[in-house]
């Protein structure tokens, strides 16, 4: 048989099993798992790579680890729980525990990190501004799931899961250490409440501080575009936005 004929199957076999989103949790595991083996296994010609990576990086964006773990271990929607209806890390620990947390927490920075890790290490010429595509589809996953009627998380933690592929693919600290310093910035010195505005402000912030930074341009791109969508996320959500506060943590 011929490779593309093979790699054609297992990419239908992983699309099928994940489209119907009611397959055993294990078995979602081995479809991304042999999709993933797939490329790595066949050469594909550079756009047919590209292509294939976003709708890899978007599919396993759209897994929400949250709405998992409530569905197969605790049998009860947490998200629908939550205050804000996101199912992220901080929710997972606050209304489904310490191995919700773990699981979710685990889960999306996979989602994020596995990716952009693959391309990089799979890809001939990686580095070009398809990386940013790359980079931003596991986010709009994440934001904007297929397999919840486009609902979705913020994207932090899966953020961090890209940026953090970058890293391991030796593109450079700088795009990671950034986003996490932003972070701690406004949240241990200069404290932004309620975290909407918070979320906002850093993914506003974020590309705008790498043109200031030695990161190359396609890189910068791909930070851009996950910025707009973490943003777009963030203006239609439901949510409800107290007052913007902004303290001085020595004033606090």
Same mark, same amino acid.
């Given at each position: 048989?011929? @490779? %593309?004929?093979?790699f054609a199957g297992d990419f239908v076999f992983m699309v099928f099993a994940l489209v119907i989103y009611t +397959? @055993?949790?294990?078995?979602?595991?081995s479809c991304l798992a042999s999709m993933g083996i797939a490329a790595c296994r066949y050469n594909l010609n550079m756009t047919t790579n590209l292509i294939f990576y976003i709708l890899f990086g978007y599919l396993c %964006?759209?897994?929400?680890?949250?709405?998992?773990?409530?569905?197969?271990?605790v049998h009860r929607d947490l998200a629908a729980e939550a205050a804000d209806h996101? @199912?992220?890390?901080?929710? /997972?620990?606050?209304?489904?525990?310490? +191995? =919700?947390?773990?699981?979710v927490l685990i889960g999306d920075l996979a989602k994020g990190f596995l990716p952009v890790w693959?391309?990089?290490?799979?890809?001939?010429?990686?580095?070009?501004?398809?990386l940013g595509l790359v980079m931003a589809a596991p986010i709009l996953g994440h934001d904007f799931s297929i397999f919840t009627h486009f609902r979705g998380g913020k994207g932090i933690t899966t953020t961090f899961g890209v940026? =953090? /592929?970058?890293? /391991?693919? %030796?593109?450079g600290f700088w795009p990671l250490g950034?986003? =996490?310093?932003?972070?701690?910035?406004?949240k241990c010195i200069i404290l932004v409440s309620p975290n909407y505005y918070l979320t906002v402000l850093v993914y506003l912030l974020f590309p705008a501080i790498s043109f200031l930074e030695p990161i190359d341009s396609y890189i910068q791109y791909g930070l851009v575009l996950i910025s707009v969508v973490v943003v777009c996320r963030m203006s239609l959500s439901k949510e409800v936005k107290d007052r913007l506060e902004v303290k001085l943590v020595w004033k606090h």
């Open positions: 048989m011929k @490779p %593309g004929l093979i +397959q @055993p949790l294990p078995t979602l595991f %964006g759209s897994i929400l680890f949250f709405d998992l773990y409530g569905r197969f271990f996101n @199912p992220g890390v901080f929710d /997972a620990f606050h209304y489904g525990g310490f +191995q =919700a947390g773990v699981f693959l391309y990089l290490l799979q890809s001939l010429d990686p580095l070009n501004y398809g940026l =953090a /592929a970058l890293w /391991a693919g %030796g593109l950034t986003f =996490a310093v932003l972070f701690l910035l406004f």
